[in-house]
């Protein structure tokens, strides 16, 4: 029976595939110290188990996964990677430099010290480093080394093996070193230090993530005092005292009429506010009783997200967004930078490419978007032009090479379309109406499907080789791997700290970005009781996840 179904998978291994990504996912799902594997790492090790069975599958599909995901990846790391290299300071790329040249440097000294062989040194380089997606560079660039395709294949087989070894430490290990030790090492108080840093900010503990920029609702109230002349008198007085609220409409009678700032108001009208349900509680005794009036509070309402791109809103707060006119009745309920949400308060800036939804009349969404940048419109449609254009352009600019003593030297085929995702993902920021659109659903699932793919490939081509290779280097790449793991986050917050000077919670953020580590970021938020550590994140997790996906390459030139 099982001779049998092993017989199956052999003959038909799109079966053995897909079985190994529902594995991956089963194993993904299984937690220590309160995170788990994840799907790619799950896949890895489902890969290298079900690779016991010497099931083969075509190394071009291995390909095609890992272009994918490059692409995807680029795609949505594109606008804040030129923004770092650009406008962002230099301190966030100094930095993220060092953290990720620091890693660098320790594979090829560790590698050097202990006489590990090429494939060894690229899946050290993943593992220890957690990016999975330089297995796939470095693969690649073993291919172009002028050596035999029985030895090209025995290289490759090494790096998921290394990978699997070190990465279980590069992850947990990370994140209990860079939220629990290197604060304790650096004598930072967290908790402290994040609320100094939300006082600076203007946000508030109790409402996390939200600020008085989220609508929630809208109330009628009937006036009951005349110390108010005009509409724009009781919002004054809310602004004044750091409450964003506005008279929507207003019942005088029988006739319900639009407001703005300069209508009057009597005693007995009835009007609509609108504004986050905490601040219109605290007006009802100002005003007078609440009224259940469904017509008047039949406002016209609706939801838009709107991409940055206006150069007169790039670096603007929300503070000085707020004043605008065409900010009254409009207000904000998310921001998204890349794949990470970002607080929402006084003090935060807006950058080009940031998405913000935003929620209020139509002709307000309208006037926000004229000013701010461009409204995307809900589809679930990929742009298959943008997808299928990219990876082939990305393709083509990958191929060209030279020959420098006898190695073939080039970009790459998965460089070249990495490199295509970013100019395009930027692109699509600054002209959306110019390239076609990726919904982030849709892009997501390019970034998991590709990449757990891709690793998924690799673990079945490496699992014949895998107890061996083990056997023989497992130990050595263990230890190595925790050297590689601990000392970048160490050189990253002493150079950050005592060099450029950055605020000690910011600071842990962008060394876990650097690293790529969302996990490590998370952590840091949850022993800081805060959401501000994802404002360092933001930059140097573009910047990292680009370059140590290209030391993917690198490092097999340089071991090499």
Same mark, same amino acid.
């Not at 095609?64 to 995901?69: A, T």
């Not at 890693?103 to 593992?127: C, Q």
């Not at 309208?366 to 990219?390: I, K, P």
């Not at 002493?494 to 580590?517: D, E, H, I, Y």
């Given at each position: ?11 038909? &291994? ?10 991956? @996912?089963?194993? $993904? ?29 075509? #190394? ?6 890992? /272009?994918? =995901?490059? !692409?995807?990846? $680029? ?5 804040? =990677? ?5 406008? %962002? ?43 999975? +997606? ?20 025995? /290289?490759?087989?090494?790096? &998921? ?21 290197? #604060? ?21 503990? %109790? ?18 005092? %005349?110390? @108010?002349?005009?509409?724009? %008198? ?38 609509? /506010? ?28 609706? +939801? ?13 707060? =929300? ?6 006119? @065409? ?46 940048? @461009? ?17 082939? /352009?990305? *393709?083509?600019? $990958?191929? #060209?090479?030279?020959?420098? $003593? ?7 085929? +998965? ?23 990726? #919904? ?27 107890? +061996? ?16 793991? *601990? ?7 002493? !150079? ?40 360092? !994140? ?23």
């Amino acid at each position: 029976m099982i001779e049998s179904f092993v017989g199956i998978l052999r003959a038909h &291994p799109e079966i053995a595939l897909f079985l190994t990504l529902a594995l991956g @996912y089963v194993i $993904g799902q299984i937690k220590l110290g309160g995170h788990a594997l994840g799907l790619v790492t799950g896949s890895l090790f489902a890969g290298l188990l079900m690779g016991q069975l010497a099931i083969e599958i075509s #190394p071009e599909l291995k390909i095609i996964f890992l /272009l994918l =995901f490059l !692409f995807a990846n $680029g795609y949505g790391a594109g606008p804040q =990677f030129f923004r770092a290299l650009r406008q %962002d300071g230099i301190a966030p790329l100094l930095l993220t430099l060092v953290v990720t040249f620091t890693g660098l440097g320790m594979v090829w000294l560790m590698a050097h010290l202990m006489g590990l062989e090429t494939g060894y040194a690229a899946g050290l380089l993943s593992g220890a480093l957690t990016q999975s +997606s330089a297995m796939g560079t470095a693969t690649e660039a073993i291919a172009n080394l002028p050596i035999s395709p029985e030895e090209q294949a025995r /290289l490759s087989n090494q790096i &998921p093996i290394a990978d699997a070894v070190c990465y279980l430490f590069g992850f947990w290990g990370e994140v209990l070193f860079v939220a629990a030790i290197l #604060p304790r090492l650096m004598g930072i108080d967290l908790l402290h230090e994040a609320k100094a840093l939300e006082k600076q900010l203007g946000m508030k503990q %109790d409402s996390g993530l939200q600020s008085a920029y989220a609508v929630h609702g809208a109330r009628a109230f009937r006036l009951a005092t %005349d110390r @108010y002349r005009t509409a724009g %008198d009781i919002e004054a007085e809310a602004a004044a005292e750091g409450m964003r609220i506005f008279v929507l409409r207003l019942r005088r009678g029988e006739s319900i009429e639009e407001t703005t700032p300069e209508t009057l108001l009597k005693t007995g009208d009835v009007i609509a /506010l609108g504004g986050q349900r905490q601040f219109l509680l605290s007006f009802e005794e100002r005003l007078g009783p609440e009224e259940d009036d469904a017509k008047l509070l039949d406002v016209p309402m609706e +939801s838009a997200s709107i991409i940055i791109t206006k150069a007169e809103a790039d670096g603007r707060t =929300f503070g000085e967004l707020a004043q605008q006119d @065409y900010a009254r009745g409009a207000f904000v309920t998310r921001l998204m930078r890349g794949q990470q949400q970002i607080p929402v308060t006084f003090g935060t800036r807006i950058e080009r490419g940031d998405v913000l939804s935003v929620i209020g009349n139509p002709s307000r969404i309208a006037a926000v978007a004229d000013h701010l940048g @461009y409204r995307e419109r809900s589809s679930l449609v990929t742009n298959m032009l943008t997808l299928g254009l990219g990876i082939a /352009l990305g *393709c083509l600019i $990958g191929l #060209p090479a030279f020959h420098l $003593g006898g190695m073939r030297l080039a970009l790459s085929t +998965s460089v070249g379309t990495l490199l295509a995702g970013l100019f395009l993902g930027w692109l699509h920021s600054r002209r959306p109406w110019l390239v076609g659109h990726i #919904p982030e659903p849709s892009r997501m699932f390019l970034v998991n499907f590709g990449l757990a793919g891709f690793v998924a490939i690799t673990g079945l081509h490496a699992g014949p080789h895998f107890i +061996s290779g083990l056997k023989e280097v497992g130990l050595t790449l263990f230890i190595a791997g925790i050297v590689c793991t *601990c000392v970048p986050p160490t050189v990253g917050m002493l !150079f950050g700290r005592f060099v450029l000077k950055m605020n000690p919670v910011l600071l842990l953020g962008a060394v876990s970005g650097a690293q790529t580590m969302t996990a490590a970021m998370v952590a840091v938020q949850e022993r800081a009781k805060s959401q501000v550590p994802v404002l360092g !994140f933001t930059v140097p997790y573009a910047l990292g996840n680009i370059i140590l996906t290209t030391f993917g390459t690198l490092i097999v030139l340089l071991v090499s």
